[in-house]
């Protein structure tokens, strides 16, 4: 959500709104607090907690948009196969969990991924290791930020290829399990292939540029970018 208010994204859009910037964009931010008002009173209480509860899995299992195909980082290897089961029975066709061996919910180049893929009504799991779909390894100190400051300059910086290769990685990965769910690509190496072509040619910032121009403020983007 900072990243998306920085540039001057309304948090508090209707939902018309925005499913009108989805299909114009192929993105959009959907606000908890908005589509679940109780949420609101959940925030303060996981804040002095400080740690994984079980609300860090309620956002998947209560998407607003009723999504088919979902890519979802867990924080536990207990919920890799417990996930996809759950939103199998609410309609899913195409769910793939991750965890990181080094702790992260979400793909990680510095270590193997265990993964948990639900298609065609079957459940199956793998290890994805980054080196053998054709990246570098890395350490997780090269991609930790400390600020929120340094992570919208790291993002931008991703998507406009002047960021260190393991942060261009390490995306080109976790997007590459995307493309997979989507149906873009077949396989691991396919998507980092892809993910990898469309942030060097420019495309990924211009689409940056294009909804920061219709949807915020971009001269912010502009500021980051001189």
Do not use: W
Not at 15 to 32: E, G, R, S, T, W
Not at 91 to 112: L, P
Not at 211 to 223: H, N, P, Q, R, Y
Request: hydrophobic letters at 40%; one cysteine or more; charged letters at 25%.
């Amino acid at each position: 959500a900072d990243i998306f208010e920085y540039f001057g994204y309304d948090l508090n859009l209707e939902p018309a709104d925005i499913v009108d910037i989805l299909q114009k964009h192929n993105i959009c931010f959907m606000f908890a607090q908005k589509f679940h008002p109780a949420m609101k009173y959940v925030g303060p209480a996981r804040k002095q907690l400080g740690k994984r509860t079980a609300f860090n899995l309620l956002g998947p299992l209560s998407n607003p948009a009723g999504v088919k195909n979902q890519l979802v980082g867990v924080f536990s290897n207990e919920f890799l196969d417990r996930l996809p089961a759950i939103l199998k029975r609410k309609g899913a066709e195409n769910i793939m969990t991750v965890r990181s061996d080094d702790g992260m919910d979400e793909f990680s180049t510095s270590t193997v991924n265990r993964v948990c893929i639900l298609r065609d009504n079957k459940v199956l799991t793998n290890a994805i290791d980054p080196e053998i779909v054709g990246l570098h390894k890395s350490s997780l100190k090269d991609i930790q930020i400390k600020t929120r400051d340094d992570a919208i300059k790291s993002f931008v910086g991703v998507l406009d290829n002047t960021a260190n290769q393991e942060m261009i990685e390490t995306t080109a990965l976790n997007a590459a399990g995307g493309l997979i769910v989507g149906n873009i690509v077949s396989n691991f190496e396919e998507g980092v292939e892809l993910a990898l072509k469309t942030i060097k040619d420019g495309k990924a910032f211009r689409l940056l540029e294009d909804f920061v121009a219709e949807t915020g403020d971009i001269s912010k983007l502009e500021e980051l970018v001189q």
